[in-house]
């Protein structure tokens, strides 16, 4: 037996046959040609072809995992049409006086080569969208279409890597689970094979294609990480009971979709879901949540190479909405900083990045970023039912100085008849001890309060979040921060407001009886903690008195 350990993009036990996928090698030469209109033509020609089998390919996407994941393909074929792009192969072969595939070749690695450089893991992983691009359009200049295929039978693939279109082209009734050697958390494919509900493991390191041979005997780990390959008895009896009891968790949660979140004794509470960008929404809706309480905004920027324009965050901010069809939906502005730099900000180094200038500090200081993103939002708000909430709040002055700005916004888009909804919820989180210690006077300013647990507990015990050396004495349910939680229920709620959670603890059931009796409305959980808490709900029963009174 050997195993493998990367990084487990979506959980589940697959066991069974492995398949190695080895790409189609496109071997390139360099040849000089004298009639270089007749190449630009070639490139065109392989071109069309390839926005026609990307249209397939989007089509597929679109039925398997749904309008959001399938958009890379959408991108992919904008991205066709570059015009640096375009203008680097044809200058190639007017300069140089070389084959089509040469140019293309040299401008596709050269394109990569600067992603790939990136500071910016997201930017980072684009160079992998520009690589399947050119290598369709070498394809085709050559013989046409190589498509990811596996054997008979159902297997697991192992590939060096997977393109985004390799991965929606693999066959799901044959496809067990996929491992690469190499690719990250963010990329296309691992968001693709997370909505595909594929077992998938990326980045187990280049000995994975030595080791694994055709026929082996492979168990995918998808929880942990691991491949076992040609596992022994042990290994085997272990994980097919593993398998069995995720998949018996899994049938008893599929029977929660549809269920309404209502204790045994009759109370209701709100679960929502967290996401980082318009690429979640698919595992939003599958995981049946009532709505979004915490869109981190944040990676917008992240993922960008320079601010974000105010068009830009409207498409944005306007897809999760209408997406989520009049569902609630919180949009966290800004929290950048800390341990989420962006190099186009210029922000100094700090000594304590935590305690720095992050998140509203940097709004209020640079209002011209915090009103691009506010009136991205208000225009939004045309478009579903929008609440606005702002990160690490401290004071009330800070909240006037938001509150004004908001005016200010507002009455811009209104002289410019620019339609906003009449009703955009404002509310803070709660992610400062400050903050919650204040929040009698915070509740009358605004409509509701978010929990940041992940925040408010590094601030109220003093442990760095970041540092792992630390994490034993970061006792995530120390009273003092329950307290401080149920705190800030009772304020808001006497100010007519609601209050949810939607930090990492929001998750965890062993608090949400404790919740439920503080009178938390909202836990804002990953979509795929969303029926787990259902059921924690669903199984609580609060007429019992003698139970965790806080
Ligand atoms: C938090 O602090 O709990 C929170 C939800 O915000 P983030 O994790 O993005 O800092
Ligand atoms: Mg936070």
């Known amino acids: ?130 690589r399947d691009i050119s290598g369709r359009i070498l394809r085709n200049l050559s013989d046409g279409e190589a498509v990811a295929t596996s054997d008979e039978g159902k297997v697991i693939i192992c590939a060096s890597d997977l393109a985004p279109s390799e991965t929606v082209l693999l066959d799901k009734e044959r496809v067990l689970a996929f491992v690469t050697a190499h690719g990250s958390l963010n990329s296309h494919t691992a968001i693709l094979a997370r909505n595909m509900n594929i077992p998938a493991i990326v980045g187990v390191g280049e000995e994975l294609l030595l080791k694994v041979r055709n026929g082996d005997r492979g168990i995918v780990d998808g929880f942990t990480g691991e491949l076992f390959l040609n596992p022994d008895e042990k290994t085997v009896e272990r994980l097919s009971q593993k398998k069995r009891d995720d998949e018996e968790k899994k049938k008893l949660l599929n029977k929660l979709r549809g269920k309404e979140n209502v204790t045994l004794d009759g109370k209701r509470i709100n679960i929502f879901a967290n996401i980082g960008g318009v690429d979640n929404i698919g595992a939003v809706l599958v995981n049946d949540a009532g709505g979004i309480g915490l869109f981190r905004s944040e990676f917008l920027y992240l993922e960008s190479s320079n601010f974000p324009t105010e068009e830009q965050q409207l498409t944005a901010y306007r897809k999760v909405l209408e997406s989520m069809a009049g569902k609630k939906v919180i949009i966290r502005t800004l929290d950048i900083g800390a341990d989420k730099q962006v190099a186009y900000f210029g922000l100094e180094k700090e000594e304590n990045p935590a305690l720095g200038y992050r998140a509203i500090r940097i709004c209020l200081t640079r209002p011209e970023i915090f009103k691009t993103q506010l009136r991205a939002l208000y225009r939004a708000s045309a478009y579903g ?165 806080n």
């Open 1 to 130: 037996m050997f195993i493998f350990s990367g990084k487990g993009v979506y959980g589940g036990i697959a066991d069974g046959e492995i398949s190695v996928f080895k790409k189609q090698e496109i071997e390139v030469r360099r040849r000089e040609i004298t009639d270089t209109e007749a190449e630009k033509q070639r490139v065109e020609t392989a071109k069309r072809l390839s926005k026609e089998q990307l249209r397939m390919i989007y089509e597929k996407a679109l039925k398997e995992v749904g309008e959001t994941n399938a958009s890379v393909f959408e991108i992919h074929i904008m991205m066709l049409d570059d015009e640096d792009f375009n203008e680097s192969v044809r200058n190639i072969i007017d300069t140089q006086k070389v084959n089509a595939e040469y140019a293309v070749w040299i401008t596709g690695e050269n394109f990569a080569e600067i992603f790939a450089s990136m500071d910016d893991a997201y930017m980072k992983e684009r160079s992998a969208d520009i």
């Open 385 to 549: 039912n929008l609440g606005i909430m702002f990160p690490m709040i401290t004071s009330t002055d800070e909240l006037s100085q938001i509150l004004n700005i908001c005016e200010q916004v507002k009455n811009d888009l209104e002289k410019d008849k620019i339609p906003i909804s009449e009703r955009v919820e404002l509310g803070i989180m709660i992610e400062t001890p400050a903050a919650a210690i204040i929040s009698d006077k915070l509740a009358p300013m605004c409509d509701f309060f978010s929990v940041g647990t992940n925040d408010l507990t590094q601030y109220t015990l003093a442990c760095d979040r970041q540092n792992p050396r630390v994490e034993q004495f970061c006792d995530t349910h120390h009273e003092g921060i329950l307290r401080l939680i149920e705190f800030s229920a009772k304020n808001i709620h006497k100010n007519g407001g609601w209050i949810g959670i939607c930090g990492e603890l929001a998750a965890d059931t062993t608090l949400t009886e404790t919740f439920l009796r503080m009178g938390i409305d909202e836990l804002s959980v990953s979509p795929s903690y969303v029926l787990k808490v259902r059921e924690a709900v669903r199984n609580t029963d609060l007429s019992n008195k003698n139970t965790s009174e």
